[in-house]
T-cell receptor, first 111, second 113 residues
Framework: EDQVTQSPEALRLQEGESSSLNCSYT??????LFWYRQDPGKGPEFLFT?????EEKEKERLKATLTKKESFLHITAPKPEDSATYLC????????????WGAGTKLIIKP | DAGITQSPRHKVTETGTPVTLRCHQT?????MYWYRQDPGHGLRLIHY???????DKGEVSDGYSVSRSKTEDFLLTLESATSSQTSVYFC????????????FGPGTRLTVT
């Protein structure tokens, strides 16, 4: 069964303190792994798609990496405005374009 | 931002009444999805559509129906609302080819009393 597990559930950091969020997945054949950011009261906002092990994508202070079993979202020198819930999802080759979602990591950056 | 709107944005209704939520897109994307999001459960797929008049069930489809008569509109109907359907509902769209990511609307907060 396809499954996505995110850890930790919540992460509190000081401004400037770098860290990583984890997304572990099992899928019969990976078509893509997706990272989203969700602010309170809003819909998820697309960040990255990763397709194959070894791939990396960057956007401002965020960098996403992918292995055959997990993905990391690295946050470098975060700012308070990076506070949000970060969601991970995978799409398998047999999924008919459906995504399997993780429960998310709530990130809080204290000034 | 992807052109996705949802209406209404907030709704309070009574148990047993029918409710219809609307999702409208201006991107001409083939795929459209309805999710609900609840604390402790994350995003759960209710129904999705892969073209006009082509729909299929997701993991939590009981008590919900959908219709898609035009590419740009996807309707979610609760035939007889129950308190367990109190939730935030999100519509999403994706293209049929390319990078497959989904883009989300702003959400509808539904309260069933």
């Amino acid at each position: 069964e396809d499954q996505v597990t995110q850890s930790p559930e919540a992460l509190r950091l000081q401004e400037g303190e770098s860290s990583s969020l984890n997304c572990s997945y099992t899928v019969s054949g990976l078509r893509g792994l997706f990272w989203y950011r969700q602010d309170p009261g809003k819909g998820p906002e697309f960040l990255f798609t990763l397709y194959s092990a070894g791939e990396e994508k960057e956007k401002e202070r965020l960098k996403a990496t992918l292995t055959k079993k997990e993905s990391f979202l690295h946050i470098t020198a975060p700012k308070p405005e990076d506070s949000a819930t970060y969601l991970c999802a995978v799409q398998g080759v047999d999924s008919n374009y459906q995504l399997i979602w993780g429960a998310g990591t709530k990130l809080i950056i204290k000034p | 931002d992807a052109g996705i709107t949802q209406s209404p944005r907030h709704k309070v209704t009574e148990t047993g009444t029918p409710v219809t939520l609307r999702c409208h897109q201006t991107e001409n994307h083939r795929y459209m999805y309805w999710y609900r999001q609840d604390p402790g459960h994350g995003l759960r797929l209710i129904h999705y559509s892969y073209g006009v008049k082509d729909t299929d069930k997701g993991e939590v489809s009981d008590g919900y129906s959908v219709s898609r008569s035009k590419t740009e509109d996807f309707l979610l109907t609760l035939e007889s609302a129950t308190s367990s359907q109190t939730s935030v509902y999100f519509c999403a769209i994706s293209a049929a080819s390319g990078s497959y990511e989904q883009y989300f609307g702003p959400g509808t907060r539904l309260t069933v009393t």
